[in-house]
């Protein structure tokens, strides 16, 4: 059965680093999204993606954060300095279209130290 | 904006009981999608069911129903015959039906933690 994959499933960095997780979304799928969960609190919406462009963001989503589909296959969130708040379990997501289904991958759970 | 209510942090059931999980929304919108998700421990987030919002009957898979109450603007879930494996935390969401009206994102409520006893 077709997943949403995220790499790596554990990153550590160090507090004003880079950080650049992956997505291998659904490969039929057209609209791709990342969330944020903070350890206990719900899950939030980060942003969305379709054709090759940002269709939504939230007020999360400044300019330290930045998304790129870079070949057919990967989407990737960008976290240009991070900060110790930015420590979370961050969940890819993909959809075969913007009113259907949207599929997670396991999350990848960074930490800022 | 939408908003999504889960006044339930913890719920335990027995194995082979059931149990309601409750869920409430506001949204000024009259076409959308409502959605249970289940996290497991291993922290993915897995769809358990759906429904829409146009549609009065309420959605059943399986083990899993809900009962949508529009008017109310409540959307609750019903695990029957609770099994060790349905331990998890458990997510209500809510999802316009037009983009335009906030996008396709999903808006999350703070979820429930259902523990299930042997």
């Known amino acids: 059965e077709p997943e949403v994959t995220q790499t790596p499933s554990h990153q550590v960095t160090q507090m004003g680093q880079e950080v650049i997780l992956r997505c291998v979304p659904i490969?039929?799928?057209?609209?791709f999204y990342w969330y944020r969960q903070i350890l206990g609190q719900k899950v939030e919406f980060l942003v969305s993606f379709y054709n090759n462009e940002i269709s939504e963001k939230s007020e999360i989503f400044d300019d330290q954060f930045s998304v790129e589909r870079p070949d057919g296959s990967n989407f990737t969130l960008k976290i240009r300095s991070t900060k110790l708040e930015d420590s979370a379990m961050y969940f890819c997501?993909?959809?075969?279209?913007?009113?259907?289904?949207?599929?997670f991958g396991q999350g990848t759970r960074l930490t800022v130290v | 904006a939408q908003t999504v209510t889960q006044s339930q942090p913890e719920m335990s059931v027995q194995e082979a009981e059931t149990v309601t999980l409750s869920c409430t929304y506001d949204t000024s919108e009259s076409d959308y999608y409502l959605f249970w998700y289940k996290q497991p421990p291993s922290r993915q987030m897995i769809l358990v069911i759906r429904q829409e919002a146009y549609k009065q009957q309420n959605a059943t898979e399986n083990r899993f129903s809900v009962n949508f109450q529009k008017a109310a603007k409540s959307f609750s879930l019903k695990i029957s015959d609770s099994q060790l494996g349905d331990a998890a935390m458990y997510f209500c969401a809510y999802r316009s039906l037009y983009s335009g009206a906030g996008s396709y994102q999903l808006t999350f409520g703070k979820g429930t933690k259902l523990s299930v006893i042997p």
């Open positions: 997501a993909s959809s075969e279209a913007g009113n259907t289904e949207a599929f």
């Open positions: 490969s039929n799928h057209l609209y």
